[in-house]
């Protein structure tokens, strides 16, 4: 159904409001009905459906800057500045730069949650991919971490940075030159510095 109500799961509904981040009930699909593929690697087909239609989003965003019809901007440009300074970039933004920075927050995003969720880790899409193509005995391996996958992801993104004070953050070493990386491919900018550091 494209009715939202339908979609919504409460705890990751009340964690949106709670921490900024949520998700929604996984969609049912039934692997068997599947005709022109192997249930396993249909499976994989569906669940590298998200990650792909966001780096299309991305990238049909990425067009304008690529044409050089509106700039680069960066939503992060803040981290670390000064409100005055803030304030008086904002200030001399015409419709153009906003425009910019609007195309620029989706393809950022979207590249996130498409790199994000190609983690192979259970409930993320990239655990149902790599479940689908590789070969069976590590798919097997695969699906019996299955059960830790939550809690390995809660660690990676809260409790090493956590316990670290921040020192070790696996997932956001990794996704900053990666998301710089696809940026700079969809945009055409040579360092679209993505972070704003």
């Given at each position: 159904t494209i009715n939202p109500l339908a979609h919504l799961d409460p705890l990751g509904t009340a964690i949106l409001f709670m921490a900024g981040f949520g998700w929604?009930?996984?969609?049912?699909v039934n692997p068997?009905?599947?005709r022109s593929t192997s249930p396993k690697t249909g499976m994989a087909m569906v669940a590298a459906a998200g990650p792909i239609s966001n780096l299309v989003i991305a990238g049909i965003a990425g067009v304008?800057?690529?044409?050089?019809?509106?700039?680069?901007h960066t939503p992060f440009f803040a981290w670390g500045q000064s409100s005055d300074y803030v304030e008086w970039v904002v200030a001399s933004w015409g419709v153009s730069d906003y425009l910019g920075l609007?195309?620029?927050?989706i393809i950022i995003f979207g590249i996130i949650l498409a790199l994000f969720n190609l983690t192979p880790l259970w409930p993320l899409d990239g655990f149902s991919v790599a479940v689908g193509i590789l070969p069976r005995d590590l798919s097997l391996e695969m699906e019996r971490l299955r059960a830790w996958g939550p809690g390995l992801l809660l660690i990676f993104i809260f409790g090493l940075p956590i316990l670290t004070a921040g020192s070790v953050n696996?997932?956001?070493?990794?996704l900053r030159p990666a998301v710089n990386g696809v940026a700079s491919l969809l945009t055409g900018v040579g360092d679209p510095n993505v972070f704003g550091y």
């Amino acid at each position: 159904t494209i009715n939202p109500l339908a979609h919504l799961d409460p705890l990751g509904t009340a964690i949106l409001f709670m921490a900024g981040f949520g998700w929604g009930k996984p969609v049912p699909v039934n692997p068997n009905l599947m005709r022109s593929t192997s249930p396993k690697t249909g499976m994989a087909m569906v669940a590298a459906a998200g990650p792909i239609s966001n780096l299309v989003i991305a990238g049909i965003a990425g067009v304008p800057i690529k044409l050089g019809l509106v700039d680069w901007h960066t939503p992060f440009f803040a981290w670390g500045q000064s409100s005055d300074y803030v304030e008086w970039v904002v200030a001399s933004w015409g419709v153009s730069d906003y425009l910019g920075l609007y195309l620029s927050s989706i393809i950022i995003f979207g590249i996130i949650l498409a790199l994000f969720n190609l983690t192979p880790l259970w409930p993320l899409d990239g655990f149902s991919v790599a479940v689908g193509i590789l070969p069976r005995d590590l798919s097997l391996e695969m699906e019996r971490l299955r059960a830790w996958g939550p809690g390995l992801l809660l660690i990676f993104i809260f409790g090493l940075p956590i316990l670290t004070a921040g020192s070790v953050n696996p997932f956001f070493d990794l996704l900053r030159p990666a998301v710089n990386g696809v940026a700079s491919l969809l945009t055409g900018v040579g360092d679209p510095n993505v972070f704003g550091y």
